[in-house]
């Protein structure tokens, strides 16, 4: 699908013109951009079946864009895109990846200190020559070089849900290939951290040159870092570099296993295996006379360790090994157990569905409800609802709920905490929806306390269900806030508030260590997927990963209830 590659160029010739002064039109690519990479389709689908007509039907493109699009889709590149680049001193635009600078910033830096990449703005903010300049504030070198970390550690990791559909891509592309008997994705990818470094992918096979072929010539790959019988690594267009092993299917447990990781979870294993007398590799389990007691399975591996099974998510040695002893694991939550979302937006706000459109998917899902929560009246950039149209919305979900069997739509609100917390509509007006969800959309950078109080503030308002994105970090762009998080879980329980595990590709908030700080203090927890779109639901996943890396079961997420249970802990029954 290329739509992910034009919206990129749109997006960044929409920057380039900016810095160039031009009016309107880097407004009218960034709408296009939107609205593209929001597409369910495939662009090169709809411009085969409908011509340029169809692609003018797009929201936000008309003519002269839809001409770039079939200029893409035909020839690979985007002439006035190139021309574009060229005007711009190379690794300017480069520039504009660092969070907090605009194209207007800048093209400030270049003019007035020839700043053409980031490593010269790095200089440049250490030596204190920015905060001279007009458009720049006191705080702005600061800012700058914390803006740089971010960017680095950006380019360093990437989001879990960016990379896992990548993997699973080549996964697919490599399973169907002669000699493949197995083929699993390893690392932190299977164990669902929230960042993972690289791909790592395991093939079971005697012969693996085809499959090594095969990987070697997928069209996403950008350079071939090293090709052999047994190991190959590339380097991907999308920036991320995948490692490919190969092992007998007799090693693949424990091969697996090993490159499961995580690193530390294996040290803690070798430990049982040597006061056992057994060493344990990637090869395998062998006794003292190098005989293969264990390997062609993980769950072989933990049993004749004397473990129960550990699932990939507990892979961190932070107890799991222990609880594994005593058989006194628990029993994970799993995408299966979800009944419901409870935190999703329609086009009623910024959602590209419709209400009808969420509910049928997440029908489709085999869920019993959906609730959909808008955003409230002061979430302008996200065209949040006036109460006015709230109670249209209001309307609208029980015209669904009538013409609709077999799943039920919740009406909510994604209500703004204001800065002193207190919330973006009257109790009056929040008493009628079915579930409200709190969340933090401004004033980010507050002290810690300033922020823990608001928090508990909003926290204290009796209509308030869930606490949404308690944390607020956005990959790339921003860390959390400063939250004193005994005091938040402490208040949650208290009040009997409902924090939530975003799964948005871009958030994943809250983290693992929060949740499991959660379970251990008897927080019960909502993972939802904040979904813009119906696609979007599909992100279940990785939150419910969150959720079982922060050691849940079934019981402390209330989205695994039926409608009526989850009416009763939401006090609404
Ligand atoms: P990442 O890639 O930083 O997101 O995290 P991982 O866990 O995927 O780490 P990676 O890709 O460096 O290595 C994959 C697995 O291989 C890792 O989880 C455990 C295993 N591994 C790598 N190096 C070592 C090592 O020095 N000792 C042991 N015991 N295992 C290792
Ligand atoms: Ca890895
Ligand atoms: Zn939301």
């Not at 800065?419 to 109790?427: E, K, M, R």
């Amino acid at each position: 699908m290329k739509n992910t590659e034009i919206a990129s160029i749109f997006f960044e010739m929409a920057d380039i013109l900016e810095m160039q002064n031009v009016a309107w039109k880097p407004v009218a690519y960034r709408k296009a951009a939107r609205a593209i990479e929001e597409l369910s389709e495939d662009v090169e689908e709809i411009y085969r079946k409908g011509g340029l007509n169809a692609l003018e039907d797009i929201s936000g493109v008309g003519e002269n864009i839809a001409n770039k699009i079939v200029e893409f889709i035909e020839k690979g590149k985007v002439k006035e895109y190139e021309m574009l680049k060229k005007s711009l001193p190379a690794g300017l635009s480069g520039l504009l990846q660092v969070p907090g600078l605009g194209p207007k910033k800048a093209m400030a830096l270049y003019k007035e200190l020839k700043i053409k990449n980031v490593d010269e703005l790095e200089k440049a903010a250490l030596s204190h020559k920015i905060s001279k300049l007009p458009l720049f504030k006191e705080k702005a070198e600061e800012n700058i070089l914390k803006g740089l970390e971010i960017f680095r550690q950006g380019q360093e990791r990437m989001p879990l849900g960016f990379a896992l559909p990548i993997a699973e891509g080549i996964v697919l592309g490599l399973k169907k290939v002669k000699g493949v008997e197995k083929i699993q994705i390893g690392g932190s990818l299977r164990r669902m951290r929230d960042t993972v470094k690289d791909i790592d992918i395991l093939v079971a096979a005697e012969q693996a040159k085809e499959a090594m072929d095969v990987f070697a010539s997928m069209p996403n790959v950008k350079s071939i870092i090293a090709k052999g019988g047994t190991k190959s690594s590339v380097l991907l267009k999308e920036g991320m570099q995948v490692d490919v092993r190969v092992v007998p299917l007799k090693s693949f447990g424990s091969a697996l296993q090993y490159f499961t990781g995580s690193k530390d979870h294996n040290i803690g294993l070798r430990r049982i295996a040597i006061a056992k007398k057994l060493k344990l590799s990637e090869y395998g389990l062998f006794d003292a006379k190098e005989k293969q007691v264990a390997g062609k399975t993980e769950e072989e591996v933990y049993r004749a360790l004397g473990l129960s099974y550990i699932e990939p998510e507990m892979r961190e040695n932070t107890g799991e090994i222990e609880a594994a002893m005593k058989g006194k694991l628990p029993k994970l939550v799993s995408v299966s157990d979800i009944k419901g979302d409870l935190h999703t937006h329609s086009n009623y706000s910024d959602g590209s569905n419709t209400i009808e459109e969420m509910a049928l998917a997440a029908k489709r899902r085999g869920y019993e409800y959906i609730c959909i929560s808008d955003h409230s009246k002061s979430e302008n950039i996200a065209n949040g609802l006036s109460e006015e149209r709230l109670f249209r919305k209001i309307e609208e979900v029980k015209r669904v709920n009538k013409k609709l069997r077999g799943i039920t739509v919740l009406c909510g609100s994604e209500v703004n905490i204001l800065d002193d917390g207190s919330l973006d509509y009257s109790d009056d007006v929040l008493k009628k929806l079915d579930v409200v969800v709190a969340s933090v959309h401004s004033k980010l950078k507050m002290p810690k306390e300033q922020v823990t109080a608001r928090l508990l503030k909003a926290m204290q308002n009796p209509y308030v269900h869930i606490m949404g994105h308690p944390t607020a970090r956005h990959f790339g762009k921003r860390e959390e806030m400063a939250i004193d998080m005994d005091a938040f879980f402490r208040a949650a329980k208290e009040y009997g508030k409902i924090p939530e595990i975003n799964s948005a590709v871009e958030r994943m908030d809250l983290r693992d260590v929060h949740v499991r700080k959660a379970v251990e203090m008897g927080v019960k927890l909502s993972v939802d997927t904040d979904a813009h779109s119906v696609q979007e639901l599909l992100n279940i996943r990785l939150g419910v990963g969150t959720a079982r890396r922060g050691w849940c079961e079934k019981k402390d997420i209330v989205n695994t209830y039926s409608l009526k249970e989850l009416m009763k802990v939401l006090k609404k029954q």
